[in-house]
Nanobody, 116 residues
């Protein structure tokens, strides 16, 4: 089992920045990749960014150039630096960790609200 704890959400004005953190504990050796999904009301869930154990990153087109995903040396904490935030970035952001069998562990979610 992997437990994930997120932090860093909040309210920010358009154009501002936030950094989300996701700390993993438990069977962290199982983790292949970590990243973030987001869910806005009335919209489908969207994969925002992913970083694999090998360091490969993926970004949704909607955030490319504005967000950077990174991790600490222990590979147990992942960060999502979000810059130039837009009102359409408003959503609940969920950290996930994917293991080598394809199973996803989930965090509890953190709300990001961007005011115009």
């Amino acid at each position: 089992q992997v437990q994930l704890v997120e932090s860093g959400g909040g309210l920010v004005q358009a154009g501002g920045s936030l950094r989300l953190s996701c700390a993993a504990s438990g069977s962290v050796f199982e983790i292949n990749a970590m990243g973030w999904y987001r869910q806005a009301p009335g919209k489908p869930q969207e994969l925002v960014a992913t970083i694999t154990r090998g360091g490969t990153t993926y970004y949704a087109n909607s955030v490319k150039g504005r967000c950077t995903i990174s991790r600490d040396n222990a590979e147990t904490t992942v960060y999502l630096q979000m810059n130039s935030l837009k009102p359409e970035d408003t959503a609940a952001y969920y950290c996930y960790a994917n293991n080598y069998t394809g199973y996803n562990f989930w965090g509890q979610g953190t709300q990001v609200t961007v005011s115009s």
